[in-house]
């Protein structure tokens, strides 16, 4: 119950940031803008680090594959393509269709044990869950 709770708090933290940095980029521009945001984020991260434990920086080099250290590289496309989303489609439409491709592509890595993942056998179910989504999508889209 608690990782549901967890991945709730997540989905709405990601809506309101996005939302947050559309509106700063707005007076400040893209890069500026996606710069203070994974700025502030390794701010509140050094802190936690010296408030909550001391893990040892050094094993960032034991980490392997290397590419998994891409995960910083990565957040700053996430910040750019949830701004220019939110920007081009507003806060809902956006965060649609970037929950449904969360959901393809993280069902597309258990299915193939994709970056040290598990591998999860198909099920009808899932995939129904993810068709179900998508006509979500295009009722959600339907004007009059």
Known sequence: MTGFLIA???GA???????????VTK???MWVSNGWVQLSAFAVCAAAWLIMGRDS?????????????LGGV????ITWTVIKSMAALGPAKAALLIVIAQLI???VIELFGLFGMDKSPLEWRKVG???LA????????WEK
């Open 8 to 10: 709730l708090l997540s």
């Open 13 to 23: 933290l990601m809506s309101v940031q996005g939302v947050f940095n559309t509106q």
């Open 57 to 69: 920086i050094t094993a960032i080099g034991r980490v392997e594959p290397k590419y998994m250290l």
């Open 129 to 131: 869950g993810l068709a």
């Open 105 to 107: 592509v993280a069902y």
């Open 74 to 77: 990565i957040g700053a496309g």
């Open 27 to 29: 007076t400040t521009g």
């Open 134 to 141: 998508l006509i979500g999508i295009a009722i959600f889209q």
